[in-house]
């Protein structure tokens, strides 16, 4: 069973920047795929930016403010969160994925005041 654990959220100022990270365990395997996601109360949650393979991907809202990086050959990645925006406030999840089995990490919560 994979296991993820974030860490990094908290509370900043709208333009202030927070580095998450997220490292996933229980599998001796490099994962095929990890990403972030974000919920707010009363809405689904959302993909905000993920890596496939060599391949990064990102929400339209965090283009050019979010940065996804994995560290080489482990199954840890960071989400820098620049020029932050009141609207990215939410409880940020990390998963990582191989095969058929996921993981989803218990989330961190990020505040932007205004």
């Known amino acids: 069973q994979i296991q993820v654990a974030e860490s990094g959220g908290g509370l900043v100022q709208s333009g202030g920047s927070l580095r998450l990270s997220c490292t996933a365990s229980g599998t001796r395997f490099i994962l095929s795929a990890m990403s972030w996601h974000r919920q707010v109360p009363g809405k689904e949650r959302e993909l905000v930016a993920g890596i496939v393979g060599g391949r990064r991907m990102y929400a339209d809202s965090v283009k050019g403010r979010f940065t996804i990086s994995r560290e080489n050959n482990k199954n840890t990645v960071h989400l820098q969160m620049d020029n932050l925006r009141p609207e990215d406030t939410a409880v940020y999840y990390c998963?990582?994925?191989?095969?058929?089995?996921?993981?989803w990490g218990q989330g961190t919560q990020v505040t932007v005041s205004s």
């Open positions: 998963r990582g994925v191989i095969g058929s089995n996921d993981g």
